[in-house]
């Protein structure tokens, strides 16, 4: 294809398209007003001219035939797939009329706000939710909250800072910058990596520090690509990685591994965490997790020994048991080994600049919205004052919390829900028929998207369609660098950014004035705190480094006073310390030092139930191809991977009496679906693997079927309501119970 | 002169399928077809179960012939993101071959 005839727009890749988390440079080429290509960008420093499938697969995505580019109406009744195409006007108007009565008539926090997972979607959601005085922004349905909030929370408590594995990416000059150093070891921690971008992390950038002698130490219940290349692997049984975490600290600490002048200087309780972890000796962690106790031992020491090192996590530690406490004794393991904003550790990362652009904590939401409003919303908002740590972390609804209040309407009734780019019954939910069914309850639906897909076809009264990435002025400031999205082409058809649409509705729905007049003026607002402009960052090409000296630039923070508000050297937290033992989480009513939790249906906890569902179930397992839910409709994608797939261990299969590419129904005490069995050696004897999302969009979108999502969705084998104490994690997402048969013919 | 090939260093190759999609991008094939396919090789050893990734070019890679005369990199070298394939005369990937644990060369014409 020539390709010098081509219009090429440098962009930022966030969101809608290629779906996903990171922030990779692209070039879009245009021709006759169409996106004919997208590239990498090699003067990127996220990704170096490389691009993930779902990036590449962007014009096909585009132009789909099923793309939804209009505004629609439902015309029958909910679920019956009659749609009716309507003008904005008409379509902003409605929405306008229909969300200004419910206020009237019954508050404004009887609508709730619904995204999927973080992309940037979270500034406009929470700049239209705020505007309309609602306090209830949700991932409906995600069990426990269990995607990197768990994390980010115990994160929050223990060092005052997130951190992640440092691979360069907080440097312009990535693997050439003289101020970083590889890690020794990198810890993969329940995280496949090569899939995708998880929490804006670029994957591959674990194979680049391999490149650069970096070696692996994997904790994965299954076999794989990485476990084949690491120098120790920790096949757990799923669920019980806040033992192994355990198991890890008391070898260090009664081993004496761990850094003493960097506890003694920067920790705060490091007495009280060693009398905790005397309960977790590798033999006693042996019997839990079935994994021998002198592999830990092994492990603890490779990482301990050689410094520096770092953890790179995935989401199975929020879905956890006590997805938070997990998460607070992994963060020990690189806070005790001081490994924490060092070059090659975990460091620290902060938003680009100071810029928010997705408000992740209650301080940043503070900071844009004003602290009297958020406190006054807080009141109301759902599950917050069941859970300090969800009042005081994070401006989300606790979605356990939620389900009960859509069925009960105490302590008071939801009657419409704003729902944007989030696929709730074929995505995240946790038993999504429950959730299904409470939210048929609802008067009144918004549904703003790109496909139709169960969610819509079953609940949405309104569609309004959004843009991809390649359509919209965007802005992203999570972690490094500070970039923005630049329109290659207007919306196709009728197409509107979501940025578009909700600063439209927030002027009709505010009850005070907004002070923008278009998205570039409120992205400037935002950019100001960087000093600069979306302009000066587009003609840049798209991406800027902070300046030497910045607080949001590594390293050593901690030493230099740039992470406490009154300068001083520290950390942010009460003590100004690292807290091993948590000052929060004891304000918070939680135990401050961290203990293992027994997933609640498991061989240990249920036995007689193991007997009828003897193997473990573990969900979610990621497809490069896809990005959760989406994507199944993309042929360049579905050809790669075109039927849900369970993976089941080789022998196991054998005694099931099932062979490789068999359909297989997957059961348990909650549900049941199929899936088609892969049979590999790479699969636990003990565990069926499966992936999320399943629905099939060639199929009846109209309900009952609903793209046949009650058929392939793992999630229906899935719970609500098995929350951790401090309102995150607890999920069966990862450590179910199941059995599989083979389907008949 | 040298034809040009390219190095498939699968050692380093995670199965992210990017090649493929990449290819498909390029020449806008469908229906399946391609000019690179990943494959994943599972190899149960006595000590551990071994998992790799092997890319392999059919019949319908042209080494991206229009992208290769205006000087530009064959678009799966661009794109992969394990940075795992290489292009270039076979003399001189040979050379790179002796540097690498393990890799392949493809040579389609």
């Known amino acids: ?745 | 002169m040298s034809r040009n090939g390219l190095l498939i260093e699968y050692e380093y190759c995670t199965g992210c399928h990017a090649c493929e999609v990449a290819c498909k991008q390029e020449h806008n094939y469908g229906g399946g077809v391609c000019g690179i396919r990943v494959d994943e090789l599972v190899t149960a050893g006595p000590d551990k179960v071994q998992v790799d990734n092997v890319p392999i070019l059919t019949r319908f890679c042209d080494l991206c012939a229009a992208r290769t005369l205006a000087h530009e990199e064959p678009t799966c070298v661009k794109h992969c993101q394990a940075s795992c394939l290489l292009y270039g005369p076979i003399t001189e990937l040979v050379k790179e071959m002796e540097k690498r644990p393990r890799s392949s060369i493809y040579a389609p014409k």
């Not at chain 1, 239209?128 to 949700?138: E, K, R, T």
């Not at chain 1, 807290?579 to 961290?594: A, F």
């Not at chain 1, 009828?612 to 993309?634: A, N």
């Open chain 1, 1 to 745: 294809m020539a390709k010098n005839k081509d219009k090429v727009t440098l962009s930022t890749l966030w969101s809608a398209g290629c779906g996903s988390h990171g922030g990779c440079g692209c070039e879009i080429y245009v021709r006759d007003g169409r996106v004919v290509r997208v590239e990498g960008d090699k003067n990127h420093p996220f990704n170096q001219g490389r691009l993930c499938p779902k990036g590449l697969a962007i014009p096909q995505y585009m132009y789909h035939k099923d793309r939804v580019t209009h505004p629609l109406k439902r015309v029958g009744e909910r679920g019956e797939g009659k749609w009716q195409r309507i003008t904005w006007d008409e379509a902003l108007d409605t929405v306008e009329a229909r969300l200004k009565d419910i206020r009237a008539k019954y508050g404004a926090e009887s609508v709730i706000f619904c995204q999927g997972t973080g992309r940037d979607i979270g500034g406009p959601i929470t700049f239209l939710m705020y505007a309309y005085g609602s306090p209830n922004w949700v991932q409906v349905g995600l069990a426990g909250h269990a995607c990197y909030t768990p994390r980010l929370g115990a994160m929050f408590a223990t060092q005052g800072a997130y951190s992640v594995a440092d691979c360069s990416q907080f440097l312009e000059k990535r693997y050439d910058s003289p101020e970083w150093e590889p890690p020794k070891y990198i810890i993969l921690w329940a995280q496949n990596p090569a899939a995708g971008c998880h929490d804006g992390f670029f994957g591959h950038w674990i194979i680049d520090c391999m490149r650069r002698g970096s070696k692996l130490i994997v904790i994965d219940p299954r076999h794989t690509w990485f476990t084949t290349r690491a120098a120790i692997h920790i096949q757990n049984r799923p669920g019980t990685d806040g033992a192994i975490a355990l198991g890890m600290l008391n070898v260090i600490i009664n081993e004496g591994l761990y850094d003493k002048a960097f506890v003694e200087k920067w920790c705060y309780g490091f007495d009280e965490l060693k009398e905790r972890v005397q309960e977790y000796p590798p033999e006693k962690v042996e019997e839990i997790t079935w994994v021998p106790a002198d592999l830990i031992r092994q492990a603890a020491r490779l990482y301990a020994t050689n410094k520096p090192s770092a953890i790179q996590w995935g989401e199975p530690v929020d879905a956890m048991p006590a997805g938070s406490v997990v998460a607070q004794a992994i963060n020990q393991l690189w806070a005790i080994t001081g490994n924490i904003d060092n070059p090659g550790g975990n460091v620290i990362a902060k938003n680009s600049h100071g810029v928010t652009t997705y408000p992740f904590s209650s301080a940043e939401l503070t900071k844009l919205y004003g602290e009297d409003l958020v406190k006054k919303l807080n009141e109301k908002r759902i599950g917050a004052n069941d859970y300090p740590m969800i009042k005081n972390f994070r401006g989300w609804v606790q979605p356990d919390v939620l389900i009960e209040q859509l069925e009960t309407d105490k302590p008071y009734k939801v009657h419409g829900a704003w729902i944007q780019t989030s696929n709730i019954i074929g995505g995240q939910a946790a038993d999504p028929r429950r959730h299904y069914e409470a939210m048929k309850r609802l008067d009144f639906i918004v549904y703003v998207d790109l496909f139709q897909n169960p969610t819509s076809m079953g609940l949405a009264d309104i569609f309004l369609p959004a843009a991809t990435i390649c359509e919209k002025e965007s802005f992203r400031s999570w972690w490094q660098p500070l970039g923005v999205s630049v329109p290659a082409v207007e919306g196709v058809d009728e197409a509107r950014s979501d940025w578009e649409i909700n600063l439209e509705l927030a002027k009709r729905l505010a009850t005070t004035p907004i002070k923008y007049n278009t998205v570039k003026e409120l992205i400037n607002d935002r950019l100001k705190d960087g000093n600069t402009d979306y302009d000066k960052l587009r003609d840049k090409g798209c991406w800027e480094y902070p300046p030497e000296g910045d607080p949001t630039r590594p390293y050593y923070r901690y030493q230099r006073g740039l992470l406490r508000k009154d300068g001083q050297p520290g950390f942010d937290t009460p003590t100004g310390k690292v807290e091993l033992y948590s000052k929060r989480y004891e304000e918070w009513g939680l135990d401050p030092l961290p203990y293992y939790e027994e997933p609640r249906e498991s061989y240990v906890a249920t036995p007689e139930l193991a007997k009828k569902y003897p193997l473990i179930l573990t969900t979610g397992r990621r497809s490069p191809v896809f990005f959760h839910s989406e994507h199944r409709m993309i042929p360049w994608l579905r050809e790669l991977d075109p039927d849900p797939e369970c993976e089941i261990n080789d022998q196991t299969a054998a005694e099931l009496g099932i062979e490789n590419g068999d359909w297989v129904s997957i059961e348990n005490a909650h549900g049941k679906i199929k899936m088609r069995a892969k049979v590999t050696p790479t699969a636990h004897p003990k565990v069926v693997t499966a992936p999320h999302g399943w629905w099939l969009p060639e199929t009846d979108g109209k309900a009952p079927n609903l793209f046949s999502t009650w058929e392939y969705n793992i999630n229906n084998l899935t719970t609500m309501g098995n929350q951790g104490k401090s309102g995150f994690g607890g999920t069966d997402y990862r450590s179910g119970l199941c059995r599989v048969t083979k389907i008949k013919d």
